[in-house]
T-cell receptor
Framework: GAGVSQSPSNKVTEKGKDVELRCDPI?????LYWYRQSLGQGLEFLIY????????KSGLPSDRFSAERTGGSVSTLTIQRTQQEDSAVYLC???????????FGQGTRLTVV | GNSVTQMEGPVTLSEEAFLTINCTYT??????LFWYVQYPGEGLQLLLK?????DKGSNKGFEATYRKETTSFHLEKGSVQVSDSAVYFC???????????FGTGTSLTVIP
């Protein structure tokens, strides 16, 4: 597609369940980012992938969060044993390289009840 | 470290007023600077960018100049419209870096 695609657009889950969020970056973009945006807050960096290099996981808030990127393209963010404080909009972005502008998807709104 | 500080909001202006949203940064290298905009119910969109000192980014009547001496990248528009109502984020990235550093966002409401 022409832009970054995220799915699902909305997800409601029960506390304690696992969720998977998907991101399809723009074709040819080597860099992929995950951010979290809580209500009324700024953007919190989660994880960064660049080509075949080891990802920068320094922003992941706990070991319940993990992400992978298969074949240098699609990425999945997994949250295990979800908690209410995980409720937020999860944003994915991609860029042609690590220092050019990033293009964002529409986000996945996660609600943990 | 690397960080972005931007003007607290919310900001409310009348249509055709002049807009300035201040943004200053701290960076360990030579960053590229960006302004992103988030319209209600939508994702973040790139508004403008500047990649080196004294560059001016511009788009849709908005401008920002990369000022290395004051480490600033203030966003300006001469005459705002109701359709400019959105949240504006200042951000930086480093050529050797691994993430974009965002400010906390400034909410702008333009009233007719």
């Amino acid at each position: 597609g022409a832009g970054v695609s995220q799915s699902p657009s909305n997800k409601v889950t029960e506390k304690g369940k696992d969720v998977e969020l998907r991101c399809d970056p723009i074709s040819g973009h080597t860099a992929l980012y995950w951010y979290r945006q809580s209500l009324g807050q700024g953007l919190e960096f989660l994880i960064y992938f660049q080509g075949n290099s080891a990802p920068d996981k320094s922003g992941l808030p706990s070991d319940r969060f993990s992400a992978e990127r298969t074949g240098g393209s699609v990425s999945t963010l997994t949250i295990q044993r979800t908690q209410q404080e995980d409720s937020a909009v999860y944003l994915c972005a991609s860029s042609f390289s690590g220092d050019t502008e990033a293009f964002f998807g529409q986000g996945t709104r996660l609600t943990v009840v | 470290g690397n960080s972005v500080t931007q003007m607290e909001g919310p900001v409310t202006l009348s249509e055709e007023a002049f807009l300035t949203i201040n943004c200053t940064y701290t960076a360990t290298g030579y960053p590229s600077l960006f302004w992103y905009v988030q319209y209600p119910g939508e994702g973040l969109q790139l508004l403008l960018k500047a990649t080196k000192a004294d560059d001016k980014g511009s788009n849709k009547g908005f401008e920002a100049t990369y000022r290395k001496e004051t480490t600033s990248f203030h966003l300006e528009k001469g005459s705002v419209q109701v359709s400019d109502s959105a949240v504006y984020f200042c951000a930086l990235s480093l050529k050797t870096g691994n993430q974009f550093y965002f400010g906390t966002g400034t909410s702008l409401t333009v009233i007719p």
